[in-house]
């Protein structure tokens, strides 16, 4: 069986989703109950083009940087303009020109309402954040490709956009939100789709995402279905395999925030269901011992971290500076107990620090052998230097 592709794929989503800009389509929506505070402002037509799965929205807070992945007519960019406030920014990057449309013709409407203007929309395909593609058409207008020379000096236009003024810099947001987009994507694309939200993000950023996922993975025939890949279905992430792809992008304490119980529809007995996931960036960088430690509070006996570090409640246990600075800010703040040495350490001079190794330990077996104290504090057997954490 042939396995649709990329192509494939954007037309479907092009074709489907041209139509519902300019008409509801209900199979698209997926019932979602957002603050009605944040919805006054929005006009009319926007709210009833929405194709959302979830809220994103209300995991942002006051004064962030936000980028808006598959924005369409832009109901989440405007809500999200209002948490963020005045001194925020709201970025919504489509590549459908008819709900570029729509939301651009509501964006003043909404900056009069709340009385500030901090979103823009940009043209541009979620997995390739670095082109702008309207800059890209603008340049294809004036350099028509029709012969091998002008094909090449289009692959070194798009090449030269993306390294000088990508649609999207490096390290720019503080938070990226989609809602019910990521599915869109085809199969091939979804590994540069992740690597390009945790591209954007500055560090301590975090992805805050909505989409579809199913309980058991899509079988071929359903995947090479268009419609039912323009439906949110065809495309869906395994539940697991979805949470696993944040990890495999290098985000850390991804978190499933809201996952609907009842699904969202059933098809050849699969269940797709809505899920919100927070996953955040910064656990990336070598490791230096502070002196710092850190005791689990509980409930749990024992917890593991997406490094292998094992915290035992109740047991005061080493790690490094960064895992400390991590362990300080969500989502784990007030899970632990933070133990700062009796004399600060110079961040100039600080050794090392002997990371745990990253194959999962047995919780059910024999606590390792100590390797060392900090301030009377145990610490995991590792290798010195080691940067795994």
């Not at 980028?67 to 303009?81: E, H, Q, T, V």
């Not at 964006?107 to 082109?131: C, S, T, W, Y």
């Not at 990521?182 to 199969?187: F, P, Q, R």
Request: hydrophobic content about 45%; charged content about 20%.
């Amino acid at each position: 069986m042939t396995l649709i592709t990329t192509p494939d794929v954007e037309l479907a989503v092009a074709e489907r989703y041209s139509a519902g800009a300019q008409a509801v389509e209900a199979a698209l929506c997926c019932p979602v109950d957002y603050d009605p505070q944040f919805l006054t402002v929005i006009p009319q037509e926007v709210l009833d083009r929405d194709y959302g799965c979830g809220d994103p929205s209300a995991y942002l807070g006051a004064g962030e940087t936000v980028l808006d992945l598959g924005s369409g007519g832009g109901k989440i960019a405007f809500i999200a303009s209002q948490v963020v406030g005045e001194t925020g920014r709201v970025i919504g990057v489509d590549i459908n020109d008819e709900m570029l449309a729509l939301a651009a013709n509501a964006a003043p409407q909404v900056a009069e309402a709340v009385g500030f203007a901090n979103v823009e929309f940009r043209k541009g395909r979620i997995q390739d954040l670095r082109l702008d593609v309207a800059a890209t058409e603008q340049w294809l207008g004036a350099h028509p490709v029709d012969d091998l020379a002008s094909l090449q000096a289009f692959e070194a236009e798009t090449a030269r956009q993306r390294l000088d003024s990508p649609l999207v810099p490096d390290d720019s947001v503080d938070a990226v939100v989609s809602n019910c987009v990521l599915n869109l994507v085809a199969t091939e694309a979804k590994g540069e789709l992740f690597a390009e939200i945790f591209r954007v993000l500055r560090r301590g950023g975090r992805a805050i995402i909505s989409d579809i996922v199913s309980d058991v993975d899509v079988p071929e025939h359903l995947q090479a279905d268009p419609e039912l890949w323009s439906g949110c279905i065809s495309g869906a992430f395994q539940e697991e395999a979805f949470l696993r792809a944040f990890e495999d992008a290098g985000f850390y304490g991804v978190t499933l925030a809201k996952r609907d119980s009842a699904p969202w529809q059933v098809v050849e007995g699969i269940e797709f269901r809505s899920v919100t996931v927070v996953a955040y960036k910064g656990k990336q960088g070598p490791c230096f011992d502070h002196g710092q430690a850190v005791v689990l509070k509980g409930p749990w006996k024992a917890v593991l971290d997406d490094d292998a570090h094992v915290y035992e409640r109740g047991v005061p246990t080493a790690v490094c500076a960064k895992t400390f600075a991590l362990l300080c800010r969500a989502p784990y703040a007030g899970q632990f107990e933070l133990l700062e040495p009796a004399e600060p350490v110079d961040p100039a001079t600080a050794p090392a620090f002997a990371c745990t190794p990253p194959e999962a330990p047995d919780l059910t077996g024999p606590a390792a052998p100590a390797r060392r104290s900090v301030a009377g504090l145990t610490t995991a057997a590792g290798d010195a230097g080691s940067a795994c954490c």
